[in-house]
């Protein structure tokens, strides 16, 4: 078990459990974990020569999403005057986050708190923190926000890991809800008539059992996502011709700060916590 610096020039880490099986991550982009090999097999898509440009957006990895999942349907901020409208998907996944080692639990912590570039879109004080534990075929995330102000602090939170895949016709979805939220078009549709069209580009919204699957054919692996509510909402995204599907856990849908629905609150000094983790299993 160790972690040392990996790529100096790009600001990569890499958290070892053994050769075979490891994390990468870089705290300076939003805190995003970059690659996954479980037992030899790289997990993650990850588009290196994207990540170089820090111009464009990340499309790989698992990036953070906070304070809000999505965007919002308005032009100014929810906050008032003063205060920039947040970004798609919040700020959390373009910032610099801390981190810190358990060797003993064998988990990484990133660390991120508020700042004067949170505070112009975010009018409050918060601690995120994110521990993550590497195992053999399983990577488990026990997220903590905290509320550092006087007052209720909305939030939603994220993750939006990329998955490798072999090609589109090779999926199996399973778990999933028989109707779900074409997040495109605004309309509720059956969830299987909208995945036999994600090798076109699917963005699908699913109420869950807090449970998700894809079977890869090819790979011969199955991904399993559970994430237990209030983390139980699921998004499916594709996005081709790039050979990857998102499996995402959210516990907000899109406009939640607006409309409330599903927002969450964490009242002042309090924190809310939410858990995750993804499991490989071999089909072979």
Request: hydrophobic residues 35%; glycine residues 6%.
């Amino acid at each position: 078990m160790k972690l040392e610096l990996s790529n100096k020039e790009q600001g990569i880490y890499v958290f070892q459990l053994d050769k075979n099986n490891y994390i990468k991550f870089c705290p300076e982009r939003g805190g995003v974990i970059t690659n996954w090999v479980s037992d030899g097999n790289e997990i993650l898509y990850f588009d290196e020569k994207r990540f170089k440009d820090k111009t464009k957006s990340i499309r790989g990895g698992i990036p953070i999403l906070f304070p809000i999942c999505g965007n919002l349907s308005t032009s100014s901020s929810v906050f008032g005057y003063g205060y920039s409208q947040l970004p798609q998907h919040g700020f959390a996944r373009d910032l610099q986050w801390q981190f810190s080692f358990n060797e003993n639990e064998k988990s990484l912590t990133l660390i991120l708190n508020e700042s004067k570039k949170t505070k112009k879109y975010y009018p409050f004080d918060f601690e995120l923190t994110i521990e993550v534990t590497l195992k053999i075929n399983c990577l488990e995330f026990a997220i903590t926000i905290f509320n550092k102000t006087d007052n209720d602090m909305p939030i939603n939170f994220g993750l939006h890991p990329y998955f490798n895949i072999s090609d589109f016709q090779n999926l199996e979805f399973i778990d999933n809800p028989l109707n779900c939220q074409n997040q495109e078009r605004n309309i509720i549709s059956n969830t299987l008539d909208e995945l036999n069209k994600f090798n076109l580009g699917v963005d699908l919204l699913m109420y869950t059992s807090g449970r998700s699957s894809f079977r890869d054919k090819i790979f011969k692996r199955q991904v399993t996502l559970n994430h237990p509510f209030p983390f139980d909402l699921g998004v499916i995204w594709s996005d081709p011709p790039r050979r990857m599907i998102c499996l995402e856990p959210w516990t907000s849908p899109r406009n939640s700060f607006i409309d409330g629905f599903r927002n969450i609150m964490i009242p002042s000094n309090d924190n809310q916590t939410f858990d995750a983790s993804i499991q490989i299993k071999s089909l072979k």
